[in-house]
């Protein structure tokens, strides 16, 4: 899905370093726009429904996504809120069979998954031919709004980035990968707490009874964060696909804007950081910490990729000062960082 919002759409020259502007260096994809969000209509605007029943009518769109649209509940026994994603109709295109394990698979990833930085998954509601997916509310907004907003201190970008890594190594070690990473994907709670949402494209790779991960199957994600090999293979392991989009997520951070459109040879920025064995310019703004292990995560054959596990063991990574509220192991630091979000410091520096 494309994405929208106060960032340049057309890639912008005069944002990229001097030196790569003075070689000519094909300019860098803007973080494109996101469709527009239509006006909220009701899933089930006239029927009496047990999701109404049990939760309540939905009153407040929270977001739109290619596979359903989400709103905000508000329980009437005790006024809790909830979000409740509507999955979209069946395709003309797929099965009913292909549609239910998509829906199921969603559910069933989302229910087994319990970690600060993972949205829960509460209940699922199949009634007169709709589906609804309730969750826990994550009222801060997404990733992508905090990114253009570019009020992010580096100290915030870095304790999203750890964040999210956090919440990738959980999923990972139950044996799943999420395979559509990005920061659509990313919300943010009340508590500015990371959220990792949208379990539709995830896979099992490995079940608690086996001992080896298989490979995953289908193009899945978003075309800048997606890893090269999803492009060449037809099968390959989700977790390093996961690994490289975090990396995308992290430069897209830092500095609004992707390496490359697609990692592809054709695509010229590509082509150019392989054949520099992964040193283009583009790296150079990132401080060196971040800069070596981006490298590793940023690294072409997935055999080599660092895994989730070699991130989180990272010694800049382990150095990140994450705030106390976001912490989801052992730190010092009482630092309260807004994330980029009803944020007036200025920009990095
Ligand atoms: N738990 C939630 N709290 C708040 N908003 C949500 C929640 N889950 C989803 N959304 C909003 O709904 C949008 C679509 O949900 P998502 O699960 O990503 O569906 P899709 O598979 O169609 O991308 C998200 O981009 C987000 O804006
Ligand atoms: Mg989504
Ligand atoms: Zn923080």
Known sequence: ????GPVPVVADRALLPPAAAAAGVAARPAIPARSATTAPVGPDGNTTCSLKEKYGKPCQLLGKGANGNCWLVRRHTDHKVFAVKEFRRKRESETRREYMKKLTNEYCIGTILHHPNIVETLDIIFEKGHCYEVMEVCEGGDLFEAIAAQSMTQDESDCIFAQLIHGVAYLHSTGVCHRDLKPENCLFDANNHLKIIDFGSADVVK?????????STGRCGSGPYMAPEEFTQSSYDGRKVDVWACAIIYLAIMFQRFPWHAAKPSDPNYASY??????????????????????HMLEPDPEKRYTIQQCLDDPWVKSIRMCDECATTTTTTTTRHSHGRCSNKSSKK
């Open 1 to 4: 899905m494309a994405i929208t």
């Open 274 to 295: 392989v054949k520099s064995g992964c040193k283009t310019k583009f790296f150079d703004r990132l401080a060196q910490g971040p800069r070596e292990l981006l490298r």
């Open 207 to 215: 079940s608690p009874f086996e001992t080896q991960c298989r490979k």
